[in-house]
C-alpha cells in the first residue's frame, strides 16, 4: 500500500520569539516493509541554518535554527511511503516466552541490540502494576507471539480510548488505574508490562490509515500522530509490531517515523525558543491512500 502524507504542526505565540532551536523526528525512515519514495520538510519561518543526522537508534532527526524573530512556527512533512509489513510467523513456531527473556537478558550476538529495550527508560521507570497486568497473558511455557496477542487485545477490550483525560506526563500507573486514555498511553502500557516481565519492547511513532478497510470498524486514534509497540520475539523471528489502541498486528495501515525507549527519545518536535511566552500548538494529519 502506499501512502501519501502531509503532517502539520503549527505553534502559535502569544510574543515573538526571537530566537529558537528546533529537533525534528519527522521524517519516515526505510525499515523492512516499508520504502520511502519521497519525504521533504517546509518550514515557515524559513530556518536560518538546518541540519540533518541519525541519533542513535537509526532515526532520522531533522535540527532547524531560526533566527528571525517571529510570532509563528510551522513545520510540514510531505511524504509518499510504501508499506507491506510481513506476517508473524505462525505463533507455535515462536519460543516460549521465558526463553525470549533469558536470551534478552543474556544479550550478546543476535541479542544485544534488542536487550537495550530491556531497561527502564526516562518516562518509563520500573511499574510493578504493569507486570501483575501483562504476566497474566504469559502462563508458564506460553509461545511468546501468543502472549503478545492476547496482551494486545486485552488492552482493546480493557481500556477506553478517551482524549482529553491524560497527556505526555501520565504516568503508567494513573493509566491503569483509570482505565482510560489514548494511543501513547496504552502504548507505554504495554511496554512496560513486556518489560517488567524480561520482554524487549520498543516505541514506535508514526501514522494510522484514516479510513479502515471495507467492513471493518473505524480506527482509535486517526487523523493524528499515532503509537505502538515493538515486541521481541527472540533472535530467529525478530520483532513484531502491535497496535494495542486497536487490537491490530501491524501490517499495511501503518506508516514508521521512529523507535525509541519511549515518547521522550522522539517526540516529534523539541525545541528552546528565547521569547514567546504562552503558545498553543495545533496538529493537522492527512494520511492518503493512493491507488
Given at each position: 500500500m502506499r501512502y501519501r502524507i502531509s503532517h502539520t504542526t503549527t505553534y502559535d505565540y502569544a510574543r515573538p520569539v526571537d530566537l529558537a532551536s528546533h529537533m525534528l523526528h519527522l521524517l519516515p525512515r526505510d525499515v523492512p516493509g516499508q520504502s520511502v519514495m519521497s519525504a521533504a520538510l517546509e518550514a515557515e519561518p524559513l530556518p536560518g541554518r538546518m541540519n540533518l543526522a541519525d541519533d542513535h537508534f537509526g532515526n532520522h532527526v531533522s535540527w532547524m535554527f531560526l533566527d528571525r524573530r517571529h510570532d509563528r512556527f510551522s513545520v510540514t512533512l510531505k511524504a509518499e511511503v510504501d508499506v507491506f509489513f510481513q506476517p508473524p510467523p505462525p505463533v507455535d513456531e515462536t519460543l516460549p516466552w521465558e526463553d525470549v527473556a533469558a536470551v534478552a537478558l543474556a544479550g550478546g550476538p543476535g541479542a544485544w541490540q534488542a536487550a537495550e529495550f530491556l531497561f527502564d527508560s526516562p518516562m518509563l521507570p520500573a511499574e510493578p502494576a504493569a507486570g501483575a497486568y501483562a504476566v497474566v497473558s504469559f502462563p508458564?511455557?506460553?509461545?511468546?507471539?501468543?502472549?503478545?496477542?492476547?496482551?494486545?487485545?486485552?488492552?482493546?477490550?480493557?481500556?477506553?480510548?478517551?482524549?482529553?483525560?491524560?497527556?505526555?506526563?501520565?504516568?503508567?500507573?494513573?493509566?491503569?488505574?483509570?482505565?482510560?486514555?489514548?494511543?501513547?498511553?496504552?502504548?507505554?502500557?504495554?511496554?512496560?508490562?513486556?518489560?517488567?516481565?524480561?520482554?524487549?519492547?520498543?516505541?514506535?511513532?508514526?501514522?494510522?490509515?484514516?479510513?479502515?478497510?471495507?467492513?471493518?470498524?473505524?480506527?482509535?486514534?486517526?487523523?493524528?500522530?499515532?503509537?505502538?509497540?515493538?515486541?521481541?520475539?527472540?533472535?530467529?523471528?525478530?520483532?513484531?509490531?502491535?497496535?494495542?489502541?486497536?487490537?491490530?498486528?501491524?501490517?499495511?495501515?501503518?506508516?514508521?517515523?521512529?523507535?525509541?525507549?519511549?515518547?521522550?527519545?522522539?517526540?516529534?518536535?523539541?525545541?528552546?525558543?528565547?521569547?514567546?511566552?504562552?503558545?498553543?500548538?495545533?496538529?493537522?494529519?492527512?494520511?492518503?491512500?493512493?491507488?
Open positions: 508458564p511455557g506460553r509461545p511468546v507471539l501468543e502472549g503478545l496477542l492476547d496482551l494486545n487485545a486485552r488492552i482493546r477490550k480493557e481500556f477506553s480510548f478517551k482524549p482529553g483525560v491524560t497527556n505526555v506526563q501520565t504516568t503508567v500507573a494513573k493509566v491503569l488505574s483509570q482505565r482510560a486514555g489514548v494511543c501513547q498511553d496504552f502504548t507505554h502500557l504495554m511496554i512496560a508490562g513486556l518489560r517488567a516481565i524480561g520482554l524487549p519492547a520498543r516505541y514506535v511513532s508514526g501514522y494510522l490509515r484514516t479510513r479502515p478497510p471495507p467492513g471493518q470498524p473505524a480506527r482509535r486514534g486517526a487523523d493524528q500522530s499515532h503509537a505502538w509497540v515493538g515486541a521481541w520475539m527472540g533472535p530467529a523471528h525478530g520483532w513484531v509490531d502491535l497496535d494495542p489502541t486497536n487490537n491490530l498486528v501491524v501490517k499495511d495501515e501503518h506508516v514508521v517515523l521512529a523507535y525509541g525507549r519511549d515518547y521522550s527519545d522522539i517526540s516529534p518536535v523539541r525545541g528552546v525558543i528565547l521569547g514567546g511566552g504562552r503558545h498553543n500548538v495545533s496538529v493537522g494529519v492527512d494520511l492518503e491512500a493512493v491507488e
